[in-house]
Every structure is written in structure tokens, then in C-alpha cells.
T-cell receptor, first 116, second 113 residues
Framework: AQSVTQLGSHVSVSEGALVLLRCNYS??????LFWYVQYPNQGLQLLLK??????LVKGINGFEAEFKKSETSFHLTKPSAHMSDAAEYFC??????????????FGTGTRLKVLA | DAGVTQSPTHLIKTRGQQVTLRCSPK?????VSWYQQALGQGPQFIFQ???????QRGNFPDRFSGHQFPNYSSELNVNALLLGDSALYLC????????????FGDGTRLSIL
């Protein structure tokens, strides 16, 4: 079965500093991977997705992630943090079922705090 | 183009009651998934509907049931509510093809007293 591990439940960075949020996956087949962001009292918004077309994936709001098969990782980065980036971030892997449909397995999330 | 819409936004129930949550998928999507997100946790998959049938189910008891209508909208029903059912319930819609991202609604916050 697929699984996702997010290292660091809380990450703090200074405004303008590099953001690095870690995600490792466990998958027996090439996975589809996603990063979502959740602001307080809201649903999840898609930041970016990996679907095997390119190992470096660019998303919205200046975020990007690199798929590294040898490390089974899909870490999320942003060169310069902004106060508006403060939120909860979730990594997810797509897991197939027997009926040809796909569910998501989510990590436990990383809360990003941006310090002024 | 409206995204995924859920109703109601908040709900307060007492133990033992029953609740129905509703979801309208994003235009063009035919698959609806439901997730439970407890406070401080990641979303946990409940079940998924496609062509009005439950296609996948997570590790949730039979108290959790659902339905999908011909217009692709969906309902989540929970019977015999427990305190532990208090959570944010998220609906996500997508097309059936693998790799297509799921789009989430803002959720229904369910509180059990």
C-alpha cells in the first residue's frame, strides 16, 4: 500500500528565507504525487502535481518540488518565503483501487510559520 | 466556473443523531471522494463515488454511508454519531483518469456535543 511521510510537523522560517518542506513516499509503482496547501477554515488548494512528465515541477505562488526516485522524496521548496505562505501543507500520493479509481493518501501535514 | 461546493459549512449535533452532508462537484468532474480531517491531522479517505456507485472505501465503519446522484452531486450520511466523529469533512471531485488532481471544497465542520 502507498504511504506518505512528512518530516517536521512544524517549520518556521524568516520572511525572505528558503522554504523546504519534506515529503517521502512509499510506492511499489511510479506514483502520482501532489502538494496541497490549507489555510485556516478552508479546504485544500492544489499547489502542484507530479505525473512523471518532468522531475522538477513548478506550481503556483512560486513553489516547486523535485521528484527523486532514488530517495523516494518529493520535497517542496520556495526560494523566498512570504508572510502569506503561512499555512498547513500536505503531501499526497495517489493510490489506485480495484475499480480503476484513485484515492489520495495524505501525510500528516506540516504547519509553516513565517517570521517577520 | 464554480468549484466544489459543500453544505452546510458548520453543523452541531448530539451523540446518537444522524447527519447528512452535501457536495456539488466542480463542473466537468464525475468522481466524488469524501475525507475526514480531524483537528491537527491530515485528511483520511472515507469513500469514493463514480457512476452512482461506491468504488473505494477507507477504514470507516458502516455508520458512514453515501450516495451519488445522476448530476454527480453526492451526500455523506453518518448515523449514530459519536464524539469522535467531530471533524472537518471534505469533499473532493475529479475526473476518473489517474493523475488528475482532486479539487476540494471548503468542507463542513461537524461538532458533536
Amino acid at each position: 500500500a502507498q504511504s506518505v511521510t512528512q518530516l517536521g510537523s512544524h517549520v518556521s522560517v524568516s520572511e525572505g528565507a528558503l522554504v523546504l518542506l519534506r515529503c517521502n513516499y512509499s510506492s511499489s509503482v511510479p506514483p502520482y504525487l501532489f502538494w496541497y496547501v490549507q489555510y485556516p477554515n478552508q479546504g485544500l488548494q492544489l499547489l502542484l502535481k507530479y505525473t512523471s512528465a518532468a522531475t522538477l515541477v513548478k506550481g503556483i505562488n512560486g513553489f516547486e518540488a523535485e521528484f527523486k526516485k532514488s530517495e523516494t522524496s518529493f520535497h517542496l521548496t520556495k526560494p523566498s518565503a512570504h508572510m502569506s505562505d503561512a499555512a498547513e501543507y500536505f503531501c499526497a500520493v495517489s493510490d489506485s483501487g480495484t475499480s480503476g479509481t484513485y484515492k489520495y493518501i495524505f501525510g500528516t501535514g506540516t504547519r509553516l510559520k513565517v517570521l517577520a | 466556473d464554480a468549484g466544489v461546493t459543500q453544505s452546510p459549512t458548520h453543523l452541531i449535533k448530539t451523540r446518537g443523531q444522524q447527519v447528512t452532508l452535501r457536495c456539488s462537484p466542480k463542473s466537468g468532474h464525475d468522481t466524488v471522494s469524501w475525507y475526514q480531517q480531524a483537528l491537527g491531522q491530515g485528511p483520511q479517505f472515507i469513500f469514493q463515488y463514480y457512476e452512482e456507485e461506491e468504488r473505494q472505501r477507507g477504514n470507516f465503519p458502516d455508520r458512514f454511508s453515501g450516495h451519488q446522484f445522476p448530476n454527480y452531486s453526492s451526500e455523506l450520511n453518518v448515523n449514530a454519531l459519536l464524539l469522535g466523529d467531530s471533524a472537518l469533512y471534505l469533499c473532493a471531485s475529479s475526473s476518473r483518469r489517474e493523475g488528475q488532481p482532486q479539487h476540494f471544497g471548503d468542507g463542513t465542520r461537524l461538532s458533536i456535543l
